[in-house]
């Protein structure tokens, strides 16, 4: 019995399986020269430490993408990626979404080492961005970029002032205010302690307790006058348009606090009850960050500018290339799209174009090229194939096909999660009748003491339990799901998929992952597999794509050749060492037709057949769909050609399943549910679906890689994490119970410190003591309630 074959080399540098023997021996083997170079890179610079931080560190570059970086050349354009740039130093941030570990930490921060001139590099992993510092006289940005991509950390690049800052910059007003009530907050309750201990009464301390007291009221000032200052401005807005809102009643609260506080304090009568102010205000406001909080490596409101490339190349009446910015681009300019990159504008292809190939699959949902010949028109959005698009500019990118897409959805608000409506303005009118009751009652008899109580009530039923509730326990299971791979934009999302009824999902990318496995026929006979794969990696044709990657999982190594003449809707043909390769159907590789799939022909013998699997589920996706089906209506709306079997009707019955669909018809289908009084959750992928999503009450873009772009949506989705989808729904509808709860507990305090306000038998102490561990309490039960819901409907069902 022959021994078992050797498991093929390792790389030295990714650890992958290598094709072949190195070529002398001793030599290192290495997967591809992407790997050697790299592996030779680092060796150079004595930076061979980095194989020993952990096994297999290095990142694979048979599949590293080929950036085109050349537009960095020019300054103007590369100077709006830099967050600061001067004659001596340069500050540019760029995304590396290939970060993955430590490892790439540590390789990322020796760049100085690697390339002249760079003074620094700072890494933050979570949200997979690099921040360089370095003289532009002695390096460039152009260069960065290429080294960073041969490293296998390909850049991807975005201007300075993207949603990413603008969203950052909104969020520093309100740490702003955050940590000015925490300081005046901690300062107030240390200021208060004698008053706590009861050391106020003797003489020889009243001085010392009045200079307390009017130290605690300045620095109460900063609390109302600052900190606060955006819940009187709310409430002041609501009451001119008539609307009682949980802020008027935290505005009543603030002014009643305040103004009993430099009563007492000024007339010596007590000793106010400021703590409790700027303890109110602070954990409102740390209540509002968090409820704002979102996971800074994933960004929601990256548009078209955000996609297409910031630099295009004009051409001259002599061929010669220009960069420019894409915004520069006017009707009848020239422009040159390289094969890989996208059309940032309408236009033509301009005549002496040969015939070309252009995917629109991230526009249409289609995932087959179309062929285009020149005076075709091509829409941005396209990307460009095997060739090279010269065009003529019709319509910039400020009015193109693929931007009417995005500002055809409509601009949905996300309102904040407060309580409800009306129990806020059945809240304030009952505390407010309590309030003049009390004056009312004890007026009469004993004005000072009715000033007091009713003061006291104003104070004691302070809605700040009420209004930290919904926040913190939405709040938390919106951390929380980021776990289970759904990342949401806001709070509000949950409440909106708590109620959900109908359910639309996209084929292509969500239910069925891109590129779908296919069957492989070879006949090990023939030593013509490395060439046919060579041959189809010179090709972005989804079938080509396909057939690398079997090849590729058989072991085959490719073979150097040249150029692949493609034959467009027809396939790939090469003459090679005297023998003809061609890579089509059966009639286009001149073979006997043995059924549908795409064959490879050496001088017309078939040597390997592709077939493409029958349609196939994500993992998960089948149990979520039953769950879905059970919970309300649920559709299949696609942009690709109806299958020729019915595996769809299994899953989607009575025509649920529609294909063949347009981005406008897609959001036209949801905007038909919706007026039909559904509430419409849509899963997708892809700009093709942009509308849909957000037409939709709840967005959610399915996602292979959450660090990558993804439309404005309402959340990611893990692409991984599809089955979790019917947990995250069940979790959503039980923050319900966990917010009525709260609700309960912050109704008892009310209960039982409004009876000792309206007796007037309130003490300082007891109030400064009771309102923030209210606060504390009702906290506690929102942040453990979204804790529960989240490990029993989610992480105790194995979603």
Known sequence: MSAPPCPPPGCAHCGDPCPGPAERPGDLPFCCAGCRTVYGLLHDHGLQQFYQLAENPGRSQRETPAGDY???????????????????????ELELPAIHCMSCVWLLEQLPTLAAGVRECRVDVTRKLATLDFHPRQTNLHELAELLARLGYPPVLRPAGSADDQRTASNRPLLYRVGVAGFCFGNIMLLSFPEYLGIHADHDGAGFGRALGLLMLVLSLPVVGYAG???????????????????????LGMVALFGRSAYEILSGTGAGYLDSLAGLVFFLLVGRWFQSYTFGRLSFDRDHRDYFPIGAYREGADGALTPVDCGELAVNDHLLVRPGQVVPVDGVLRDGQPEVRIDYSFVTGESRPRAAVAGAEVFAGGRATTRALRLRVTRPASSSYLLRLWQGQHERSAPAVTPPQRLVRYFTWAILTLAAGTLAYWYPTAPGLAYRSATAVLIIACPCALALAAPFAYGTLQRLLGRAGCY??????????????????????????????????LDSTSPG????????????????????????????????????????????????????YRVG???????????AGTYAAVDKRIILCLRAAPAELRPGAGMALRALAARGRVYLLSGDAPPPDDYWSTWFPDGDARFALSPFEKAGFVDALREGGHLVVMIGDGLNDAGALRRADVGLAVSEDTAAFSPASDGILAATRLGSLPGILRAAARMRYVTAVAYGFAALYNVVGLSFAVSGTLSPVVAAILMPLSSLTVVSIACAGGWMAYRRDICHRGA
């Open 70 to 92: 050349g537009w960095l050349t020019e300054e103007r354009l590369a100077a709006r990626l830099a967050r600061y740039r001067d004659a001596e130093r340069w500050v540019v």
């Open 229 to 251: 200052a955006g819940f009187l401005r709310d409430a002041w807005r609501g009451l001119r348009k008539r609307r009682y809102t949980l802020d008027f009643s935290i505005a």
């Open 488 to 521: 949401l934009r806001d709070p509000a999302v949950i409440l909106r998929l708590a109620t959900a009824d109908a359910f639309v999902f996209d084929k292509t990318g969500t239910l069925v992952a891109p590129g779908a496995a296919s069957v492989l026929e």
């Open 529 to 580: 597999g490395g060439v046919i794969l060579a041959m189809a990696r010179q090709s972005t044709h989804p079938v080509s794509q396909a057939l690398v990657a079997a090849l590729t999982d058989r072991g085959v190594a490719p073979t150097v050749v040249p150029a692949v003449t493609e034959r467009a809707g027809r396939g790939l043909e090469l003459e090679y060492g005297g023998r003809t």
């Open 585 to 595: 159907g059966a009639a286009f590789c001149r073979v006997p037709d043995r059924g």
